[in-house]
């Protein structure tokens, strides 16, 4: 699907107060970004941002970065930020940028869980390695989260789902708890924010898949 360029995404993103600017430069110091000792959960490739400013208002005693690779995605999340129901929020941030380029954002083991919430599914063969639950980016993720931490990820997309059951086998990760009907499922399901798609696919009868793998 193409993008639709947004020309006032970028200077509204540079501007605005909860974007970090240079993710880089905080590289080890998130907890002076955040002024507290409270974990770090990000999402990658967060869309319009719906889970992790619910997830934010929900857990205030998480801090949570959302990344976003599209500056006109990305904006659409800002616009969510700024309404009533969330502007003073202190617990979230966002970045823009590629995940491929998540180490030089975040020191081994400043990341507690990270979240994959509908991820493009690359279907073909060719570019399996750009899936964010690939084992090439599940060994991106072993170089911010400590031993333990985790990763859940969620789709629609039953061919991906398999395929990232597989990869997470043979990265030598620990499969904790996976779900082919996560909806269905009372203890899976419990404190569950849905996405924008995952409203929507459940509206269509679509089950929704979800995993939780935590790092060797």
Known sequence: MRLRNIPRAEGTIQAHPAVIKRPEAQRGCWRQVFVNKNPIHIEIGMGKGRFILNMAKEHPEINFIGIER?????????????????????????????????????????????????????????????????????????????QGGAVEFKTDNTALFNFSVEQIKEAGWTLEAFTYDLHHNEEMNRGNIMTEYEEKFSRRGNPINKLIAVRK
């Open 70 to 146: 599209y500056s006109s995605v990305l904006l659409r999340a800002v616009e969510k930020f700024d309404t009533e129901e969330f502007r003073e929020l202190q617990n979230v941030r966002f970045i823009c940028m590629d995940a491929r380029n998540i180490a030089d954002a975040f020191a081994e083991g400043e990341v507690e869980k990270i979240y994959l919430n509908f991820s493009d599914p690359w279907p073909k063969a060719r570019h399996a390695k750009r899936r964010l639950t690939s084992v090439e980016f599940l060994e991106r993720y072993e170089k911010v989260l400590p």
